[in-house]
């Protein structure tokens, strides 16, 4: 019977070192991948102008194939895009819109083209 509860105890205690050791190795790892793969993320969310811009010309180019604005209405629309995108955000599709309705009032687009136009945009995101 004693020798039963020396066995006990040293099981008892052993596990409890196992357990404990796999637990901070454990969490150790995965904090570890974690931050990894958050790095990875916030490189991968923040494009540049250059990717921007030729999305931009990506969307535009295939309302000109399809007669829905002209060449010319694509390079001012190009040009005003371009111009406001300093600062990458969260907003940029507001900003987007603003731009449109400018060039909307300004007679350069008109509203259903501006409609076509974000569509094609946010398609190539």
Same mark, same amino acid.
């Given at each position: 019977?004693?020798?039963?509860?020396?066995?006990?105890?040293?099981?008892?205690?052993?596990?409890?070192?196992?357990?404990?050791?796999?637990?901070?190795?454990?969490?150790?790892?995965?904090?570890?991948?974690?931050?990894?793969?958050?790095?990875?993320?916030?490189?991968?969310?923040?494009?540049?102008?250059?990717?921007?811009?030729?999305?931009?010309?990506?969307? !535009?180019?295939? @309302? =000109?194939? $399809?007669?829905? &604005? /002209?060449?010319? +209405?694509?390079? %001012?629309?190009?040009? *005003? #895009?371009?111009?406001?995108?300093?600062?990458?955000?969260?907003?940029?599709?507001?900003?987007?819109?603003?731009? !449109?309705?400018? @060039? =909307?009032? $300004?007679?350069? &687009? /008109?509203?259903? +083209?501006?409609? %076509?136009?974000?569509? *094609? #945009?946010?398609?190539?995101?």
């Amino acid at each position: 019977m004693k020798k039963f509860k020396t066995f006990n105890r040293a099981a008892i205690i052993l596990l409890a070192f196992v357990m404990s050791t796999l637990l901070f190795a454990g969490c150790g790892n995965r904090n570890t991948s974690s931050s990894k793969n958050s790095t990875q993320n916030l490189v991968e969310k923040q494009p540049n102008k250059d990717e921007i811009k030729k999305n931009y010309e990506t969307g !535009l180019q295939t @309302l =000109v194939n $399809d007669a829905t &604005i /002209t060449k010319d +209405q694509s390079s %001012k629309i190009l040009d *005003a #895009l371009i111009a406001n995108i300093d600062n990458i955000s969260e907003e940029s599709g507001e900003k987007q819109k603003d731009t !449109l309705n400018k @060039l =909307v009032s $300004d007679k350069v &687009i /008109t509203q259903e +083209q501006a409609d %076509k136009v974000i569509n *094609a #945009l946010t398609k190539n995101r």
